[in-house]
């Protein structure tokens, strides 16, 4: 029988103290991954997600940290070294949020931001991490993207910008470590549904259009991540995978 087994694994997840991210860091935990749990401003909830991980007698810290700052993540690094061990897998969630406009109105600081916390960010993990997972001859690097980067929608330029750059970066890196046994996917959620985003008159006719006829949930994202992760996932990379109902479909 196929099992999802990440017991001797130890996951980083960032921006782990949103919706999707503390849902990821259960899921995770739950298939027996010890985690480190990045936060940024929202330490209580961090506090709160570690002393659930460890009632599950999973190893479990919280960190603190400015992604968009090499010196931020250079300390995490240290910190989480020092405390755990170097991460096998890392889930770059992450995201700075904005006010979405069109092109002639966006505030030219929104595409530096989203450029900041999507493209950098995923560039500067790397850096920190990766180089370890060489060593040991695995890794998974697992980055949170959006079906928005393959609609292209008016008012979604900076966030498409930011998460497009991400995605090309994922691609090439996959390939420049994947003779090493480090695996580097992206997981593309659609308009998601969480306790923190319920349904709405909107929702609803945005679900029209999707051939399943539904929403998605966060837990259904975090599944998805789950799987890249795991060992069922060996011999998958490079892969951008929309889990949004067929909301969005790669074609050849």
């Known amino acids: 029988m196929l099992t999802l087994d990440l017991s001797d694994k130890c996951a980083l997840i960032t921006g782990a103290t949103g919706q ?3 849902t990821m860091v259960r899921t995770l935990a739950t298939a027996g991954a010890d985690v480190v749990i990045h936060y940024h401003n929202n330490r209580d909830m961090a506090q709160q997600l570690c002393d659930q991980v460890q009632a599950m007698e999973r190893q479990c810290m919280i960190v603190q940290a400015d992604l ?7 300390a995490m690094r240290q910190q989480v070294e020092q405390n755990m061990r170097s991460p096998d897998i890392i889930v770059n ?8 406009t069109t092109v002639l109105t966006q505030d030219l600081a929104d595409y530096e931001s989203q450029f900041r916390s999507c493209v950098l960010q995923n560039v500067m993990m790397c ?4 180089p370890a997972m060489i060593q040991r001859g695995f890794g998974r690097v697992i980055g949170i993207n959006t079906e928005c980067t393959m609609q292209a929608s008016p008012t979604q330029s900076a966030y498409v910008a930011g998460k497009a750059g991400m995605d090309r970066v994922l691609r090439v890196l ?4 994947g003779e090493h046994g480090v695996t580097v996917n992206q997981v593309a959620p659609g308009w998601t549904l969480s306790e923190d985003a319920p349904e709405s008159d ?7 259009n999707i051939p399943l006829k539904r929403r998605g949930n966060d837990q259904e994202i975090a599944n998805a991540v789950a799987f890249l992760a795991s060992d069922l996932a060996n011999y998958i990379t490079g892969v951008y995978l929309p889990v949004c109902g067929g909301n969005v479909m790669p074609a050849i």
């Open 68 to 74: 968009t700052k090499s010196d931020d993540i250079e």
């Open 127 to 130: 850096q920190a991490f990766v």
């Open 93 to 100: 969630n992450a995201v700075i949020q904005y006010d979405w």
């Open 20 to 22: 999707l991210g503390r």
């Open 174 to 177: 996959a390939k420049e470590v």
């Open 202 to 208: 909107s929702g609803l006719a945005y679900a029209k």
